[in-house]
């Protein structure tokens, strides 16, 4: 072993005096900065110490007015900041059918006014003492009461002529019109909410595509070019769109196209059979049927927001057992919804009937037998009954019954497929 000599032992005691120099000023600096919080020193050390953080914003749950109201609250008070620092708000429009006007952009808490029909989204950003920010967006959708109509009528299918075309008739049945002519099958047509025009389905090119035209069938506009089977049209409340179910790789699923222009796009495609869409009076919410939980299950009601968030599944309560719950459409005010109930085990005359629940799936309630199986359904403007199609012997009429089943009756003999207009 090397043995240190004098020298090296008094530098290693400088080192340590050193060290122990250094540790006491730091702990004075820091005592100092505790007692005189205005130093350079303790800004500097608190500014070593604080980590700004950004906020969160909140610009609140989707909303839904009716007209004519015109103004609604924009409201961005939950937003947070984990340094409670925020220190400026900022509302800008980002889509929607007008230009609105938002009374204070600046404020957490403002009105915006000047709305006209359709579907909105805001964005709010907030922002904090540090620069930092963070945004959210709300969804405001504005619907119009519309006043049912006293003198409705139902659109549906025939062959009483000797193919199957769409015809139109008065509420009580009379005053039949034929509303087309082709030489293919045309099927499944669906008012417009103005009745002004009508969907419909048609192979008149040798495959089953969507078509609209207007109410007294003139001016017929093809809007999808699937080359596969299409069908099933329904409006948005607005007119401006159209969803439909196709079949692509042996697999239905849904789609939205526009009324007049626009290519078709895919709203849902669970692998499965998805069909039979039904846009909601309000416009929020697309119902249709599915047998997602597999090919071995019943088919079940789902929705889902036609900018594809939001999907979940009915639970309805099953007083019934387990069922096929198929077709549905919703009541004028979107309160309840109509479907055929079919037995998983076949479509025999006396499996098939025709229910009325809840939208939430409660109160499920058998209103007509003897149906058609894969009817449609569709709601009186008044919501008192529910029209479908009634099977007698190899015969399809036009049925209709009572929403709460206690009376039901025929509309008109030899048709299917009818749509009420509301």
Known sequence: ???????????????????????????????SCKKELSCESCRFVDSIRTT????????????????PATTATLDGRGSTDPDNNITGYLWTKISGPSLPNIAASNAALTSVNNLAEGTYEFELKVTDAGGLSDKDTVKLTVTSRRVPCTDCKIVFTSDRDGNAEIYSCNADGSNIKRLTNSAGLDDQAAWSADGKHIAFVSDRTSIPEIYVMNADGSNVIRRT????????????????????????????????????????????????????????????????????????????????????????????????????????????????????????????????????????????????????????????????????????????????????????GIIVTNGWSANWQH
Not at 10 to 26: D, T
Not at 52 to 64: E, F, L, S, Y
Not at 340 to 348: L, N, T
């Open 225 to 408: 070019f699937t080359e596969s089977y299409s069908g099933h049209p329904t409006w948005s409340p607005d007119g401006t769109k159209i969803a439909y179910s196709s079949i692509i790789n042996g697999n239905t699923s849904i789609w939205v196209v526009g009324a007049t222009s626009g290519l078709p796009s895919l709203l849902f495609d669970g692998d499965t059979q998805d069909d039979q869409p039904a846009w909601s009076p309000d416009g929020t919410k697309i119902a249709f049927a599915s047998n997602l939980a597999g090919t071995d299950h019943p088919y079940e009601i789902y929705t889902i927001a036609p900018d594809g968030t939001g999907f979940i599944k009915i639970p309805v309560v099953k007083t019934l057992g387990e069922l096929n719950y198929l077709g549905p459409s919703w009541s004028p005010d979107g309160s309840r919804l109509a479907m055929e109930i079919r037995q998983p085990s076949g479509v025999d005359l006396l499996d098939t009937r025709i229910g009325t629940m809840s939208a939430d799936g409660t109160g499920l309630k058998p209103i007509a037998a003897g149906i058609k199986a894969g009817t449609a359904t569709t709601w009186s403007a008044d919501g008192t009954r529910v029209a479908y199609t009634s099977l007698s012997g190899s015969r399809k009429d036009v049925a209709w019954a009572y929403a709460d089943g206690s009376s039901k």
């Open 52 to 67: 700004n953080h950004p906020p969160v914003a909140n610009a609140g749950a989707d909303q839904t007015i009716t007209l």
């Open 1 to 31: 072993m090397v043995k240190a000599g004098p020298s090296s032992t008094v530098s290693n005691a400088e080192e340590a005096l050193g060290l122990i120099f250094v540790i006491l000023c730091f702990a004075m600096l820091s005592f």
